[in-house]
């Protein structure tokens, strides 16, 4: 198969430990952490947060809240993390509640793959999930340019929920990108299985995180945030802060 030279290339990294094997220069990187960090970035700006500053420890979020206004949250294995007052739900994030503030947020996975994209040179980022799934593909259209989405995973280990995102984003943008990509490729065929219903296909192949949360109760969550366009905003990466991106 030869290389598709006028469409832009479309790559999927399944795990921060696979990121150092794609060139992320002039690539547009989609952070994608859907249990659930890019769920709830998203939901907060949806909500009306000025900003989201993601920080890959829980010390740096602690650090912002001394020296800013700002709402410090984070978790680490599914519950707050130890020193925060918030954590890491999209429910936590009402428009009473974050609108007009900003928030810190340090998360075990999503927070730390950006951190690793940005050291790694990438273009642009931006963070995607379910609840924001059209406004993720209609920027991705709008580039022409590289893209790798890249999987939070859970400790570097592949998780199904993200690459359910990458598939859904897959089989929305693949006609105007040159894939030649097994991981995409595997995505999309896993999400054309699993789109009737995702929640339902998480259950019955007992997905890691799925169990976890579900643990915890979280059923809700989970639920939300494998559901499309409920906070149809793109959170988009510039000096330091996610923010809105405005057309």
Known sequence: ???????????????????????????VVVIIDVLRATSTIATALFNGAKAVIPVDSVAKCMEFGRKIACITAGERDGM?????????????????????????????????LLHMALERGAGQIVTGSFPNLSAVCEFLLSRHQNVVLGCAAWKDRVNIEDMLFAGAVITRVKDHFAINCDSSKIAGSIYDVAKPDLFEYMKQKEASHYLRLIGYDLEKDIRYCLTDDVANVLPFYQEGKLVIHRK
């Open 80 to 112: 707050i993390a130890e020193g925060l007052q918030y954590g890491n739900s999209p429910f936590e994030y009402s428009k009473e509640f974050i609108g007009n503030k900003t928030l810190v947020l340090t998360t075990t996975n999503g927070t730390k």
């Open 1 to 27: 198969m030869t290389q598709d030279n006028s469409r832009p290339t479309l790559y999927t990294c399944f795990s921060p430990a696979l990121l150092h094997l794609y060139d992320l220069n002039n690539t």
